[in-house]
DNA sequence: GCAGTCCTTGACACTCAGTGCCAAAAGATG
DNA sequence: CATCTTTTGGCACTGAGTGTCAAGGACTGC
C-alpha cells in the first residue's frame, strides 16, 4: 500500500505469477503425459517450487486444472447480480451463459483442451461437475432472492440452464472446435425451451 | 453348478455377504461419525475382513457409499431398453425415472439418510454427480440409437430429465422425506416441459 | 476320500495425495 | 538498519489406492 504506481503489491503479483505458472507447467505435462500419470512432484520441479507450495496454491491436484474454468463460472453469478431486477429469471441466465462463452474464446485453443481433458478425465470430471453444481445452487438462489421465483422453479431454471451448456459444451468438443460456441448455447437453450420455464 | 438346490454358487453368495456387510458398516459409520473422519481402516476392522479386500470390493472408499444408489440408476438404462421404440423419448426417459423412485420407496429411510450425506459431501456429490453423467450419456445414446432423435436433442432431453431429478430429490431431502418423491419428479418433469422437448 | 485347480483372502510393501509444523528467507514498514 | 509480516521449503505424518505373493477354502475329476 506504500507505492503509489503499484496498483497491488509487489508480492501479490509473484504469487499470481507463481499460480500462472504452476497452471501453466502442469497443463502442459498433464496434456502430455495423461492426469493420472503426472505426478505433483512432477508438477512442482518443472515449476521449480516445492511440493508443499503447490499445495498452498491449490487445495487439490484436480484443482491446478478445473480452476481455470471455474473462474470463469463464478463470474457468471456477478453477471447474474448485474441483470435488472424485473428482468425475466431465464433471459438473465442466458446473459450469464453468454458472458461465459465469451471468455472462452480469450483462449480457444486452450479452452477446448481443458475441456477435452477434464471430459475424458473420470477425476476431473467429477470435480468440475461438482463445481457446476455449486454454481446452479447459487444463480438459483441469487435468482430467487431477486425477483422472489418459486424455488424449484429457479433451481430447475438454473439446472437446464447448465445442462444447456454441457451438451453445447459436449457438441463443441465433439466438433473439435469448428462450431461456434455461442451459437451452440444459443441454440441449445432455446431447444431447451428455457424461456418458458 | 454343481448342487441343484443353489441358485447360485456359493462363493457368490458369500461375496455377496460380504459386500453386503461392507457396505451396510460403511453407512453407518459415516453416518454417525462423517465421511471424513471415517477411514477405510475403521470401516474394514467393524466388517472384520482386512483393508485389502475393502478395495476389491469397492474401487474407492467413495463408492461404498454413491454405489448403492448407482445400482438403481444402471437399472434405469434397462427399462428405456423396455420401452416401445417407437414411444417418445421424453415419456421413456420419464418411465425410467419413474421406476428409479420406486427403488427409493423400498427403502425410504435409507435412501434418505444417504441422499443427505451425499448432498452434504463434496467428496460423495463428485461421484454422484459424475455417475449422473455418465447415466446422461447412455440414456441419450440409446434414445439417439432406439429412434434415430438427433443426438443434440436427445442429450438435452436425457440432461433436463436428470437435472428435474436433481431438483425433485433437493426438495426430497428438503421436506426431509414428507412430500412424496414420486410426484415431486412427475411435477418437476412437467415444470421442465420436457414432453416438448 | 484325494489330488489338482480356481478363486478369495490377508499381509506386506509401495506410491502418491494432502496436511501440520517449524525454521529460514524474502518482502513490507518504520 | 531493525522489525514485522508473509511466503517458502523441508520434514514427518496420515490415509487412499495398488501390485504381489503365499496361504486357505471351495469346486472339479478320479
Redesign the interface.
Known sequence: MGCYPCRVSFLERKRQLVKDELSHVAAQLIARNGYEETTVEQIVEAAGVSRRTFFRYFRSKEDVIVEVLTAVGEHAESVIDGRPADEAPALSVRHALMELTVHYRGFPEKALALSKLIIGT?AL???Y??R??QWRQSVAARLQARSGTD???A??IA??A???L??AL??WVASDGAADLSDLVQR?LD???ID??
Chains 1, 2 share one sequence.
Open positions: 473420470p470430471r467429477a470435480r461437475l461438482d457446476q453444481f424455488p424449484v422453479r433451481a430447475l439446472g437446464v447448465f445442462t444447456a454441457d451438451v459436449a457438441a441449445t431447444l431447451a425451451k418458458e420455464l
